[in-house]
T-cell receptor, first 111, second 117 residues
Framework: GENVEQHPSTLSVQEGDSAVIKCTYSDSASNYFPWYKQELGKRPQLIIDIRSNVGEKKDQRIAVTLNKTAKHFSLHITETQPEDSAVYFCAPRGGYNKLIFGAGTRLAVHP | DAGVIQSPRHEVTEMGQEVTLRCKPISGHNSLFWYRQTMMRGLELLIYFNNNVPIDDSGMPEDRFSAKMPNASFSTLKIQPSEPRDSAVYFC???????????????FGQGTRLTVV
């Protein structure tokens, strides 16, 4: 939680390529690491999350990896499709229950 | 459950008027968050409540903004007086947190698009 940074801020890929977005946080008490997807004009929605006792989690074409020592976690999307085009936010949470989002990564998948 | 419900969906008001945004969280959730989203500033956390109690309002931009949660099923965000720079999409979100600091998914309402002219 607290200081949260996402990289890159924009990402453009060809359909079928992979995309990786990284989130760095400062609160060492963080123990829950979700990623949200926001399509244009819609609300953010959870797509995948991971807890601190797990290093990696996969759900079909998306995966999240966690490096607690380095305080970062990443979203991986394989075989990207045009419907993956959206803004992706990370929102690590720790002891204070504050839900702070990163600045977002705008992913564009070109056919 | 119908999810988090916000009203109104759209609001257009004149500068100087009072604006009240409403949120009904998901039944059983004990945390509620208010956000403001703009292109320039992204998703800003304004205030959050645990068990209807305001915990952190450090994100509230100024005294013109106030928020209340009189019971577990209702919250309001009020802007008085409103200014053109308050134009944004305001989201409410709710989640459930156990006493052991185990966090869960936050569910967002559809948002209120506020335009102050």
């Amino acid at each position: 939680g607290e200081n949260v940074e996402q990289h890159p801020s924009t990402l453009s890929v060809q359909e079928g390529d992979s995309a990786v977005i990284k989130c760095t946080y400062s609160d060492s008490a963080s123990n829950y690491f979700p990623w949200y997807k926001q399509e244009l004009g819609k609300r953010p929605q959870l797509i995948i999350d991971i807890r601190s006792n797990v290093g990696e989690k996969k759900d079909q074409r998306i995966a999240v990896t966690l490096n607690k020592t380095a305080k970062h976690f990443s979203l991986h999307i394989t075989e990207t499709q045009p419907e993956d085009s959206a803004v992706y936010f990370c929102a690590p949470r720790g002891g204070y229950n504050k839900l702070i989002f990163g600045a977002g990564t705008r992913l564009a998948v070109h056919p | 459950d119908a999810g988090v419900i916000q009203s109104p969906r759209h609001e257009v008001t004149e500068m100087g008027q009072e604006v009240t945004l409403r949120c009904k969280p998901i039944s059983g959730h004990n945390s509620l968050f208010w956000y403001r989203q703009t292109m320039m500033r992204g998703l800003e956390l304004l205030i959050y409540f645990n068990n209807n109690v305001p915990i952190d309002d450090s994100g509230m931009p100024e005294d013109r903004f106030s928020a209340k949660m009189p019971n577990a099923s209702f919250s309001t965000l009020k802007i008085q007086p409103s200014e053109p720079r308050d134009s944004a999409v305001y989201f409410c979100a709710s989640s459930f947190r156990t006493g052991g600091s185990q966090f869960a998914e936050a569910f967002f309402g559809q948002g209120t698009r506020l335009t102050v002219v």
